[in-house]
């Protein structure tokens, strides 16, 4: 199979290409590497083969494929994408950028909660296969045993995002912020008879400086948190926020909407989105039922026991990072009934909130999945 790569040096497409490997998927395929700005250069090995790069503006060679991979975001998507299309292009698009998702000949991939609608679009002859928002895909395969039974009224979702969902650069910039607060309490942090609030006055100081980095968030984030992300929309939400019903909804392929909604907050983590939930089940399920409905409904949830050592030890960034498992815990009832339910999950936002659907949906297409 002829397949093209676009957006492969970026950080969800690096990520990509590392999963590829591993997983043996450049096995049976011819693939072809494109470039937006190095066109000729030199581009990945692959199994000892050094590839050239290709123009991912020249549309004779990107027709040339049977599939495009694209992770180089939204504005080469909607330059490249219908001028492929009106030249009567038949491939499969499957892309990481969120530009195509709510069109309606687009299908968004999260096979192992949708794989029935996955199957309904390419019986159809859909040809565009969106990789859903990343914090959108985590909760909803955390939840996937709970949605797939019909068992959620309504999700409410706060969110704790890590700099990397906003790039690279901003990965940058928080260590940047967090070696500054470091290095301006470095002083302080050597002297055992400095207190406490000496300590926080002098990061508090550094945090408000017009020295600390900001060029990408704006504002600090190191010791801090962001409670915006993304452009606003309607009703005071962000488009981030917006995303969960939208998506979410439209992923699950439901008849009948279900309500998400919730705050998105930038957090100092690295990698990983974790998310606070709060939902309504349509009826009283045991507690016992629930963590066999999670826990059941594909092989990467990881249901954690709800008391303190597993839940320190197991559910955070720091123990999920790099990792295909969806931790949930904090399982448990909430006062307001026993149809009210409460939990915590984390999962990593460049796998499966990004990176490994879309080379599942090349499996797919492939026959191997």
């Known amino acids: 199979m002829k397949v093209g790569i676009i957006g492969w040096r970026g950080m969800v497409g690096s990520v990509l290409i590392e999963r ?173 008879a400095s207190s406490a609030l000496q300590l926080d006055a002098s990061v508090s100081a550094t945090l408000r400086s017009e020295g600390l980095p900001r060029d990408n968030f704006g504002v600090p984030l190191a010791g801090s948190l962001i409670p915006w992300i993304d452009a606003p929309v309607d009703d005071g939400q962000t488009r981030e926020e917006w995303k969960a019903h939208a998506e979410g909804n439209k992923i699950l392929g439901s008849d009948r909407a279900i309500p998400f909604d919730g705050l998105c907050v930038r957090v100092g983590a690295m990698r990983c989105h974790s998310q606070g939930v709060t939902l309504k089940l349509k009826s009283d399920l045991p507690l016992d039922e629930i963590h066999g409905l999670l826990g059941g409904a594909n092989e990467w949830v990881d249901v954690v026991e709800n008391s303190r050592e597993p839940s320190e030890r197991l559910l955070s960034p720091a123990a999920i990072s790099g990792s295909l498992k969806v931790a949930v815990g904090r399982v448990r009832k909430m006062r307001m009934g026993p149809q009210y339910l409460s939990l915590f999950t984390v999962g990593d936002q460049l796998l499966w909130g990004a990176a490994e659907p879309l080379r599942r949906m090349l499996a797919i297409l492939r026959g191997q999945l």
């Open 20 to 192: 590829m490997k591993a997983c043996g998927d450049f096995e049976g395929l011819t693939p072809t590497f494109f470039s937006t700005s190095a066109a000729g250069g030199e581009g990945p090995e692959v199994d000892g083969r050094r590839y050239r790069l290709a123009d991912a503006f020249d549309l004779d060679a990107l027709a040339d494929q049977e599939a495009l991979i694209t992770c180089q975001g939204g504005s080469y998507t909607l330059d490249v994408h219908p001028r492929l299309r009106a030249a009567g292009w038949q491939g499969y698009f499957i892309d990481a950028a969120r530009a195509l998702r709510m069109e309606q000949d687009s299908v968004l991939i999260l096979d192992p909660v949708n794989r029935q609608v996955i199957d309904r679009g390419l019986e159809a002859g859909l040809k565009t296969f969106c990789g859903p928002n990343c914090t959108v895909s985590l909760l909803l395969m955390a939840l996937d045993g709970l949605f797939a039974g019909g068992h959620v009224e309504w999700v409410s979702s706060m969110t704790y995002q890590a700099a990397s969902g906003g790039g690279a650069r901003h990965m940058r910039e928080l260590v940047a912020q967090m070696a500054q607060v470091g290095d301006d309490a470095r002083a302080l942090l050597a002297d055992p």
